[in-house]
């Protein structure tokens, strides 16, 4: 049997104050053999590594420490589509939901903020950061953050056919180049002077085959995966933004646990946090490895590069996402979760 080590994060001094027994939504609360039945979800494909490492430290370890819960990982989702699952979250029909905020950012214009953090989620937590997004999932989505699951691990990295030359503006310079990218990222390429290329992950193997691109953007830890690394010889650090991916809980379900099991589920959901940022950091070693068995070079970009390569590329978002949405308290948001570059 697995052991959740006592980690008692902020989650757990957040879930016990707004702490209420009501049942709340119009689901009606299920139990078997004398536990609470949760229903658990994701937005994604059960092969994606995510929801592995989702099923394996937090559903298994839940399962079988708790002795109020239960939680049923809704395989097929039921009747509820891949788009309509933060639907489906918000309303409580799905408890527990594992998902890129992506997909509900219309909701909760925060969200698109929260990736710009470049402080610990420790910090965070500490400085009141988490309290305030907490309050943002709370008033656009009805639901309540539990993990942000390896948020210390994950990033997002640029991939390359050609090492690029240095710039003391912008970090490298990509001028001439192609870049495959998506629209969070359109603005960010087109910085640091490439051409940004909108092309789905499944053809991005035949664009880089084809010559039609010279490298592009990706979340690291999945490139020997998808024989990407035949084409690219170049991978750039350091990666940038958080995970996107957050645990979070149904609001009127939340409330109405007990304080026993709000107290199991806190806990879980922190060992969760922080062993999912090892199994991250375990998956990324062995992709980086498979790709230097390849010849690939790792890029890490230094000093005073390394500096304008980081803050080209969140000042580029940050001036996006203020120009563009209404995100309550976007500086205080923004001072709390990120620190400028030195």
Known sequence: MRRISSIVPIFLALSLSACQTTSGGNTPKKTENGKRILTASTCLTERIFQVKTFKEPFLYVANTNSKTLKI???????DVSRDEQGDSHADGTIDIM??????????????????????STEDIRSNGGLDIL????????????????????????????????????TGVNLSGMRIRTNSLNWLV?????????SISPRKIKRALAAKVIDGFVFPNGNISRHGWD????VKLEPSFYRPSMLLTINNDTYKSLSIIQQKELSLTAAGYEKESASVWRARLSRDNNAMRAQGIRM??????YAKAFQSTVHNVQFRRLKSQYDI???????????????
Do not use: H
């Open 98 to 119: 594992l998902c890129p905020n992506g997909f509900y950012a219309g909701r909760i214009p925060a969200v698109r903020l929260a990736i710009l953090g470049n402080k």
């Open 134 to 169: 907490q309050s943002a999932w709370i008033k656009g989505m009805n639901t309540r953050i539990l993990a942000w699951p390896a948020a210390e691990a994950y990033g997002v990295n640029l991939y390359l056919k050609q090492t690029p030359p240095l710039s003391k503006s």
């Open 299 to 304: 890029m890490y970009l230094k000093g005073e």
């Open 328 to 342: 309550d308290q976007f500086d205080q948001i923004k001072s709390q979760i990120y620190q400028p570059y030195k």
């Open 230 to 233: 035949e084409y690219i010889n």
């Open 72 to 78: 049923q990982f809704n395989k097929k989702n039921g």
């Open 189 to 197: 390429v087109a910085a640091l002077g490439a051409v940004p290329k």
